[in-house]
């Protein structure tokens, strides 16, 4: 068994190192009120029984509240209060300097914690380990000054998630719809170059990918941009090649008929096409931005964006392409072909392509092909976004999330009446702790919903903290946000104010557990009739806060279920730290995504999607739903049939399969998770037995994005949990 350090390294648990502990404190009171050496034994191997029970690594912390407990217990009053005492005094010589070590074990690369805090960092790497320096720095200057006590104590003991506390000391936002159309067709500026309106497609595709990774340089969340924004520059590129045509065969003295001349025109068309996609497949897979990864970006590709005629047609060429390229995937560094992470693709279903005799159904057989092998793209329901996102003009609208989940709020420009959603943004996030909601009230109903109305006002006040932080923000700060069109054409000097009010962007409260909370209370899950009135009762109390908000501010607060990559850990152990372990409720390390079912429920994919369907429709900051699927690349007629019920029923949802291989020897099956002799969750090769993570690639959906690194060990309990819905 493993412990983790404060500096979040892992080292052996070493039970002598305990009864020393106790002993230390015994030695320092009176004989009279010490304790025997039996005692001190059996307190120490109660605590090592303890933390074996936890199912994961425990934390010193989490030892020597233990350690208390146990001593109290034994009735041995003064030695627990010197040993409290002496914890204390020690709490208060770290907080001199609460970074150091941090810093030091990021260096020496032997933080857990860090190696496992995001599945695509490599926490190796000088980028990385220079952005988490900054990252302690910046972490350790938002809860010592910038964040008030009781926001920064509520994060701690995760009854509340302050999101990116890393980055909260700097004036930056979360997510954003980046406007590549406004880029492309006004020109741009990136870092002090004019770039002009591009003349081919294949440029305008290296113009994006700049874009992409300096919008990640300048904000910490995802992003998203639309295939349609590319494609008038086919048809440039188009005319641009025929003209070479042309004068190529004029040289030659050659006249052939029109229709041969368009032939060879489209063939050489084709292939900038391939070049182009190739260059956002392969320049975004491959950047590191300055925190050390790759962007965090999404394609979004919808039919019914582009306008009819040509530019849909060539917007189909692009779509085509990109599938095409991920369904073959990149090479990892031994050239086997494996599925990267970036950039996540969104398909839209939509009249046009989600029936057998639609014109673009080829497109969607092209996706669930994809999707099968490379866990993308995810799928959007025109149909569904426009029934449900409807602005104040009674205009429904189809559009992208911000990154894997975060969508924006349906919003009208009061200056020209149209709607906008590129160049819009989410500045911030802060998730409640459903499960220690329902716990701290004991099961108590009346005390449930008072308790929550008083964590939902601490989670109003952290949520006006981020948005105080970006009051005042200067355009200065991010020019290639606020000044050169990727959000804002902002003069210089000019603040960002005015774009944090009014709908223009939106603000985030999160939510986590909803499962854990309506067990704990009701003794069902969620998805039980009986139960299912009280979680959606919590739902609309959480959107009744938002609303509340919003006319008290005029800022566009939104409810968002949380992804909860890292945090479901944190989250899990704060809740058996206090309160114990309660089965069914705080016995796994990791408590569940937002709405969604129990990943160890039985359940069928579609009955999984239509209940999660309304608790989506709840949560108009952003969520996704998902299923859980084994191998499917020789059933694509059942891949297609769940896009087929996705379409009829729920906004946004992904099909969760398996992608892994190992570089020992070859395996490109299922790669498994097992504990090792010191009971902490591995991966390994079910044919070679290989336990090297450098030497395999594994690939799981775990928060909207794939991971390909390794998760922590909540996270990777929660994946080996789950259940195949189909």
Known sequence: MKII????????????????????????????????????????????????NLGRSPSV??????????????????????????????????????TDEKILSLIECCNEEAKQENSNKNPVVNSTQRDYMAGEVSRDLSERVLLPKDIVEAHEQGIIHFHDTDYYAQHMHNCDLVNLEDMLQNGTVITGTLIERPHSFSTACNIATQIIAQVASNQYGGQSISLTHLAPFVDVSRKKIRKVVEQELQILGVAPSEEKISEIVETRLREEIRRGVQTIQYQVVTLLTTNGQAPFVTVFMYLGEAKEGQERHDLALIIEE??????????NEDGVWVTPAFPKLIYVLEESN??????????????????????????????????????KNGQGHCYTCMGCRSFLTPYVDPETNEPKYYGRFNQGVVTINLPDVALSSGGDMD????????????????????????????SDVAPILWQYGALARLKKGETIDKLLYGGYSTISLGYAGLYECVKYMTGRSHTDP??????????????????????????????????????????AKCLQRRFGIIEGIT????????????????????TKLKFEAEFQHLSPGGAISYVEVPDMQNNLEAVLQVMKFIYD??????????????????????????????????WRCPKCGNTDQNKMNVARRTCGYIGTQFWNQGRTQEIRDRVLHL
């Open 530 to 571: 009986e139960a299912t009135p009280f979680a959606l009762q919590v739902m609309e109390t959480m959107n009744a806060a938002c609303r509340k908000w919003k006319a008290q501010h005029n800022i566009d607060f939104s409810l968002y279920g949380t992804p909860l990559e890292s945090t479901t850990y944190k989250f």
């Open 649 to 682: 029923n729920i906004i946004y949802a992904e099909l969760n399969t398996k992608s892994d291989y190992c570089q020992v020897c070859g395996w490109d099956g299922e790669i498994s998770i097992v504990e090792d002799e010191d009971g902490k969750l591995i």
């Open 61 to 98: 912390e989490e030892i020597q509240d233990m350690v208390e407990k146990q001593i109290m217990a034994h009735g041995a009053f003064e030695v627990a209060k010197n040993y409290i005492t002496y914890r204390y005094t020690r709490s208060l010589v770290r907080q001199v300097n609460t």
């Open 5 to 52: 350090k404060r500096n979040g390294s892992e080292m052996p648990f070493d039970i002598e190192r305990i009864e020393n502990a106790i002993s230390k404190a015994n030695a320092s009171v009176e004989e009279s009120a010490r304790m025997t050496p039996l005692q001190i034994k059996r307190i120490a191997q109660s605590v090592q029984l303890d933390c074996e």
């Open 587 to 606: 016995d796994k390390g990791y408590i569940t995504n937002s709405y969604h079912v129990h990943v160890t429920e039985q359940i069928d994919a579609f």
């Open 447 to 474: 005390k449930f919903w008072k308790i929550f109305d008083e964590r939902l006002e601490l989670c109003h006040r952290a949520l006006m903290c981020r948005h105080e932080r970006l009051k005042g923000t200067p």
């Open 354 to 391: 989600i029936h057998e005799d639609s014109e673009y159904y080829y497109l969607t057989k092209l996706a669930a092909k994809c999707t099968a092998r490379r866990m993308v793209p995810d799928y959007i329901s025109e149909k569904k976004m426009l029934e449900l996102k409807v602005d």
């Open 322 to 331: 990109v599938l095409e390229q991920r369904y073959q995937g990149t090479k």
